[in-house]
């Protein structure tokens, strides 16, 4: 990077430098802009980068809350709403014991850039809390929800901030969120919240639609190099949401998933994972994937190594950020594999990144290829909005159409700018392009 976006960078890292994930972020997207500075001067002498990369607002609070012991806990909540340029802020809570304002700020950022490439009207926004719900009991879940919500309903509402679910939020913790909300406000207003139950006014395919998305990004992204999903042996990481729908519509797509993880270790099966079995042991019973190979003869559990050791003809990275760094891609390239589509937010280190590049591995980046979760919560809002209850088809048609027309403009304006194949370069200036002529446009506020 020179010149402007050097500059830029560098009053961000000064800002912020006890905040790696949130930098890696902002310097993935500055290093893809050079070309379109050339095209619009304009963009400097408005500061649309400074302001981009400045939250609107920031807010920290402290969560207190019993145990089923009455031991009083205290953990640390954010809501960060980095742009509301394109609408209210919209993107996950993720409840987590790593969370802290960096994660929270990179997540946020991504976000925006990720709303704008759906084409809808939703602003950038995450939150969290460092609060780590494994082995902790249904009760003191809602108790910590109830106590989260006590502070973040000042700062949320159908049309300036709308939270949804991330790593270790799901449709049980938004049902006390929203279960909480509603008490405080004496409102129901269930557009405050998405990935909500159905019978609570959720949308039918909501908790399918991030890893249902992401396998559609990878088929769009297939098909325009001739190619297609059935027969190819997948490998996909993470045993959470994401991970599980991901897995789901490869093998209707006729893919063959061989291995799925946890924190705890890897399950490989040769022969493919067994969704349903794994839908039961994760959603129903909140176990391990220790748990899904207790109960499948024909599985292996792999302590020790790498999920990405394991050839595959695509890798599909649903757990975590960074959790593909250079080494597993050259272990990726090394065995054959030819596509990465990231239903995680940042799962790919910036030397995996690069690696790939070089390889030839079509390469979907997270705010593309898992932008469908938020798209669907978008539809979530409308079908508030509208009082009406949407089918299962009609929300996953729609998502099929989204992530398509989110691969042509990344595709296209890579294209345009003769970076042909670079997903990444695409996702990034077009979701760019959008949300920097809305700044503009309100003039500076
Ligand atoms: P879940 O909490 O449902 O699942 C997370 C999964 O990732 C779990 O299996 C978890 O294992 C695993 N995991 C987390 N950290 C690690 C690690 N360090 N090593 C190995 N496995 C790990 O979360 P989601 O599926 O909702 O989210 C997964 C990713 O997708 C995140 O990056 C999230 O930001 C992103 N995302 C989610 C969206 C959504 O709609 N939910 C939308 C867009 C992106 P364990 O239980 O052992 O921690």
Redesign the pocket.
């Known amino acids: 990077m020179k010149g402007y976006l050097a500059r830029v960078y560098a009053q961000v890292k000064k800002r912020n430098r006890a905040e790696p994930l949130f930098l890696q972020a902002v310097h993935e997207v500055l290093s893809s802009l050079e070309p379109v500075l050339i095209e619009h001067p304009e963009i400097e002498d408005s500061a649309i980068l400074e302001r981009l990369t400045e939250p609107e607002r920031q807010i920290i609070f402290r969560v207190a809350w019993q145990d089923d012991r009455k031991r009083i806990r205290v953990n640390r909540g954010f809501r960060l709403g980095f742009s509301s340029a394109l609408g209210p802020y919209k993107g996950?809570l993720?409840f987590h014991p790593t969370v802290d304002l960096g994660t929270v700020k990179f997540?946020a950022f991504e976000q925006v850039f990720k709303n704008s490439l759906t084409g809808l009207s939703i602003g950038g926004g995450k939150g969290g809390s460092d609060f780590d719900p494994?082995g902790r009991s249904d009760n003191e879940v809602m108790r910590f929800c109830q106590a989260f919500m006590s502070e973040l309903f000042r700062y949320v509402g159908f049309q300036t901030d709308v939270p949804?679910?991330?790593?270790?939020v799901?449709a049980r913790e938004i049902g006390y969120l929203f279960g909480q909300y509603k008490k405080l406000t004496n409102r129901f207003e269930p557009g405050v919240l998405t990935g909500k139950e159905p019978g609570l006014g959720g949308l039918l395919g909501r908790k399918e639609?991030?890893g249902f998305g992401t396998v559609y990004f990878a088929e769009e992204m297939l098909r325009a190099h001739s190619d297609g999903l059935e027969g190819k042996t997948c490998v996909v990481?993470?045993?959470?949401?994401?991970?599980l729908y991901c897995i789901r519509k490869l093998q209707d797509l006729g893919a063959k998933v061989v291995a799925c993880?946890?924190?705890?270790g890897i399950a490989y099966e040769s022969g493919g994972i067994g969704f349903d079995v794994l839908k039961a042991v994760k959603e129903v019973e909140r176990g391990r994937v220790s748990d899904y190979v207790d109960r499948r003869p024909q599985a292996e559990l792999k302590s020790e190594g790498r999920i990405w050791d394991i050839p595959c003809d695509l890798a599909f990275p649903?757990?975590?950020?960074n959790?593909l760094d250079g080494n597993d891609a050259e272990t990726l390239v090394k065995n054959g594999c030819k596509l990465v589509a990231e239903?995680?937010?940042m799962?790919s280190t910036p030397d995996a990144v690069t690696i790939f590049q070089k390889a030839g591995v079509l390469y979907g980046p997270a705010k593309a290829a898992?932008a469908g979760?938020?798209a669907v919560s978008a539809l979530e809002m409308r079908q508030n909005a509208s009082q009406e209850q949407w089918t299962f088809r009609d929300v996953d048609d729609q998502l099929r159409q989204i992530m398509e027309s989110i691969h042509n403009s990344c595709a296209g304006v890579a294209n345009r700018f003769n970076r042909h194949n670079d997903y990444a370069f695409g996702a990034n200036v077009a979701g760019f392009l959008r949300v920097a002529q809305a700044v503009q446009a309100y003039g500076v506020v």
């Open positions: 996950g993720r997540l494994k949804a679910g991330d790593i270790g799901g639609a991030t990481s993470g045993s959470g949401n994401v991970a993880s946890d924190s705890g649903c757990a975590t950020q959790e239903g995680a937010n799962p898992n979760g938020v």
